[in-house]
């Protein structure tokens, strides 16, 4: 579908990446069109997926949610239903902010964030550890976070 997307609708989804609250008339002028042709790009670009959201940027360690720790899972079975049904309980867990199918010698990598290393080790031995199917993880915890987005 990338093949329909020309240099026009590639310059929109790079600017609204790098700031998605500006108006349509800002974002026509950063990218050569007037409002309306833009609002036509967007609504095309939203219905047909290329735009799946719009989202604000979380200060996480303002929160008290900084730190951040890197799972690798292994499953004991890898058929569908109990890919499927690791999958569905991933979704249950709010502390995993992200989870990646992988090729590699591990079958997932979980991106985990909480308050401190305490709250981490609670969430791997009573929610992790506990997923469909889990064999075996390993942590590794991120120091410091040099790239976010």
């Known amino acids: 579908m990338s093949d329909r997307l020309d240099r026009i609708d590639r310059k929109i989804l ?19 069109l ?17 735009i799946r959201g719009y989202a604000a940027i979380i200060d996480h360690d303002r929160l008290g ?33 992200e989870c990646h199918m992988i090729a590699a010698s591990f079958d997932y990598l979980l991106k985990v964030r909480t308050k401190d290393i305490a ?3 609670r969430v791997l031995g009573e929610k992790i550890s506990s997923l469909p199917h889990v064999s075996h993880t390993s942590t590794f915890v991120a120091m410091e976070t040099v790239k976010d987005r």
């Open 119 to 121: 709250a981490y080790r």
């Open 65 to 97: 949610e900084g730190h951040v720790a890197f799972v690798q899972v292994t499953l004991s079975d890898t058929r569908s239903a109990a890919l499927e049904a690791f999958n569905r309980a991933v979704g249950d867990i709010p502390e995993i902010e």
């Open 34 to 50: 007037t409002k309306t042709p833009v609002q036509t790009r967007l609504k095309r670009l939203e219905e047909d997926g290329y």
């Open 14 to 32: 790079d600017t609204l990446a790098k700031n998605g609250r500006l108006s349509a008339a800002e974002l026509g002028r950063r990218v050569g």
